[in-house]
């Protein structure tokens, strides 16, 4: 047989077995176009995750085949369904407080120092970048009440962005369980969260300094100034490396002298003639200093 048709086999045999037939073409096919919307990488070995996400879309939409369901995603009336395939192969996973000596560096290094210029009306704005369903955006809001219990009443923003409209959906209703909140600090949870049924929910003063927006990091970027601190955790992991040293690039201008970036436990934030310095475990200080 030539190479050319074993390659042919390959690609229409099934990849997955299960209820629709799922081929190498059809994993290609829908890791490229993932690639394309969101520069996230599917490895072969994920198929099986990949085929059980999906089959439930193929289900959901009567569509038979994954066939079907490529044609739908290549077709001008797939948007919809394109944004649904990305929020369905997403990993949202995310906890408050989540490697917690990032809050405690920023409390200490960042707020702390700058409490009183924002009391006297500073800016301070800080970037989550693929906030997930909040959790760590209102984790920055609590660190930050915490040392500045007025901060409402100052000019005081947290951007909280992801390209899954779910999980912003769910950032900005601020809704979690017990369980979700169990990592949050006692006296923190006490001041700044209140009951809501068997939930918690963020309270005013929090989530009057959180603006969720949808918004893919692969895109343009609308924000104009600076801030003073991105947190882009566990995100660019996903990323191939030519794409996360091109993130890491485009982050590091955004931010004010002396301004920090704190990045996932295994990510490092490297990129040719990057000025950024180590300043802590998986946390990059600016240069200068923030004032
Ligand atoms: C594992 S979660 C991390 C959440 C949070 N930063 C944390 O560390 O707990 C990764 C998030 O990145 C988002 N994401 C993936 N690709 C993205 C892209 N191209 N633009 C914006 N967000 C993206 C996903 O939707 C997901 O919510």
């Not at 809001?141 to 923003?157: F, K, M, Q, W, Y």
């Not at 704190?262 to 200068?288: C, I, Q, W």
């Given at each position: 047989m030539s190479q050319a048709l074993a390659r042919k086999d390959d690609a229409q045999a099934d990849l997955v077995r299960g209820e629709f037939p799922f081929t190498g073409a059809d994993f290609r096919a829908i890791a490229e176009l993932l690639y394309a919307m969101a520069g996230i990488t599917l490895p072969e070995h994920k198929a099986t995750l990949v085929y059980s996400r999906l089959a439930k879309r193929v289900r959901a939409l009567r569509l038979g085949s994954f066939q079907a369901y490529r044609a739908l995603l290549d077709s001008p009336e797939g948007e919809d369904e394109r944004m649904n395939m990305l929020a369905a192969l997403t990993t949202n996973v995310t906890r408050f407080f989540r490697e917690p000596h990032h809050f405690d560096h920023l409390r200490d290094h960042v707020i702390a120092p700058l409490a009183d210029a924002v009391r006297a009306g500073r800016r301070l704005r800080v970037w989550s970048a693929?906030?997930?369903?909040?959790q760590e955006p209102y984790s920055i809001a609590l660190t930050i009440l915490g040392v500045i219990p007025e901060a409402a009443r100052l000019d005081v923003r947290i951007l909280a962005t992801d390209i899954d409209p779910n999980v912003v959906a769910t950032a900005r209703q601020g809704v979690y369980s017990d369980e979700q909140v169990e990592p949050v600090p006692a006296d923190l949870r006490q001041r700044f969260m209140e009951r809501r049924g068997s939930d918690w929910a963020v309270g005013a003063a929090a989530r009057s300094l959180v603006v969720a927006n949808q918004l893919n990091l692969m895109g343009d970027w609308p924000m104009k100034g600076r801030f003073d601190v991105i947190f882009c955790r566990n995100?660019?992991?996903?990323?191939?490396e030519s794409t996360q040293a091109r993130m890491w690039s485009r982050f590091e201008p955004l931010l004010n002298p002396g301004g920090r970036l704190y990045v996932g436990h295994s990510e490092r934030a490297a990129h040719?003639?990057?000025a950024l310095v180590s300043d802590g475990l998986t946390a990059y200080r600016a240069p200068g200093v923030l004032a």
């Amino acid at each position: 047989m030539s190479q050319a048709l074993a390659r042919k086999d390959d690609a229409q045999a099934d990849l997955v077995r299960g209820e629709f037939p799922f081929t190498g073409a059809d994993f290609r096919a829908i890791a490229e176009l993932l690639y394309a919307m969101a520069g996230i990488t599917l490895p072969e070995h994920k198929a099986t995750l990949v085929y059980s996400r999906l089959a439930k879309r193929v289900r959901a939409l009567r569509l038979g085949s994954f066939q079907a369901y490529r044609a739908l995603l290549d077709s001008p009336e797939g948007e919809d369904e394109r944004m649904n395939m990305l929020a369905a192969l997403t990993t949202n996973v995310t906890r408050f407080f989540r490697e917690p000596h990032h809050f405690d560096h920023l409390r200490d290094h960042v707020i702390a120092p700058l409490a009183d210029a924002v009391r006297a009306g500073r800016r301070l704005r800080v970037w989550s970048a693929g906030c997930s369903s909040g959790q760590e955006p209102y984790s920055i809001a609590l660190t930050i009440l915490g040392v500045i219990p007025e901060a409402a009443r100052l000019d005081v923003r947290i951007l909280a962005t992801d390209i899954d409209p779910n999980v912003v959906a769910t950032a900005r209703q601020g809704v979690y369980s017990d369980e979700q909140v169990e990592p949050v600090p006692a006296d923190l949870r006490q001041r700044f969260m209140e009951r809501r049924g068997s939930d918690w929910a963020v309270g005013a003063a929090a989530r009057s300094l959180v603006v969720a927006n949808q918004l893919n990091l692969m895109g343009d970027w609308p924000m104009k100034g600076r801030f003073d601190v991105i947190f882009c955790r566990n995100v660019v992991i996903y990323f191939d490396e030519s794409t996360q040293a091109r993130m890491w690039s485009r982050f590091e201008p955004l931010l004010n002298p002396g301004g920090r970036l704190y990045v996932g436990h295994s990510e490092r934030a490297a990129h040719p003639g990057s000025a950024l310095v180590s300043d802590g475990l998986t946390a990059y200080r600016a240069p200068g200093v923030l004032a």
